[in-house]
């Protein structure tokens, strides 16, 4: 039976070593990003983020060494990149309580928030409950976790929403992993979707009309892209993000001289993107 507060795939959080350089890249690679955020002391964070139609990224930095954060410290002492994926749920307690019926030791819920800068030059704040799958679940090494938006019009602001590349949604997150069918059936164990081949690769629905994952082996994964796209990218997890553009031309121009055109794709290298391929496809 599939998890009832579990709506698909919400945010995906790039964790980056210099958070304002980080969201200067981004804005090269033609995103619209949003003022710099500050996150509840216990957090430890701030961040940037790019908003689409139902979901969006998130670039993450740590600001003060915290109990909390310590995971991301880990992370980022190996590599920047893409750490984890959230899923939206409607309701944190549930969500957590429904985990623990299964025998999994949810973390939290925990409540947070951050102060927005608005249009209209006013502060409005942003506020969240969240809940984590237990660390050490971490299929194909993506860390997992569920957010409880309790603010969405101070979050999905419409002046942040328009991009020059386009991009209105994220179509797939790829992850390499040695075993990416075992990989892939990690993950549909944690959130209760199936699990299907899928030409050379695994994929797992994260819910509802959301984005895919996508598990991919170094052989598969070399073939899908070319290897100026790998360049800067890690051996393992999750190391790209696919976007869905209105217009694939507007988005190889967005990229400009770091535009690779493949197999009906535009991608910027991994190195452009704080470790991640940012890949364009037509919606």
Partial sequence: MSLKHILGLDHVVVTVRDLDASARHWERLGFTV?????????????????????????????????????????YLA??????RAAFTTDDAAAGAAELK?????????????????????????ARFNVFRWP?????GG??????????????????LQSHANGATRIDRVEV???????AAEHLS???DEPATAVGDAWKVP????????????????????PEAVRAGAADGGATAIVLATSDLDRAAKALGALAVTHDKAVSAPANAGSGVIVSFVSQ
């Fill in 78 to 83: 190996k590599r920047e990149g893409l750490e």
């Fill in 101 to 125: 019926s299964r025998g999994l030791e949810a973390l939290g819920p925990v409540h947070f928030g951050r102060p927005v800068d608005l249009p209209n030059g006013s502060t409005g704040e």
């Fill in 176 to 182: 390499l992993a040695a075993d990416p069918k075992a």
């Fill in 142 to 159: 993506l860390r997992i976790f569920a957010c409880q938006h309790l603010t969405r019009e101070t979050v999905w602001i419409p002046e």
């Fill in 189 to 191: 164990r944690l959130i």
């Fill in 34 to 74: 949003s003022p710099r955020g500050t996150h509840s002391p216990i957090l430890g964070t701030g961040n940037y983020t790019i908003m689409f139609g139902e979901d969006y990224l998130e670039l993450l930095g740590i600001l003060t060494e915290t109990e909390q954060n310590k995971p991301t410290r880990d």
């Fill in 206 to 225: 994260s819910g509802g009309k959301r984005a895919d994952f996508l598990f991919y082996d170094a052989a598969s994964f070399a073939k899908r892209y």
């Fill in 135 to 139: 660390l050490d679940q971490n299929p």
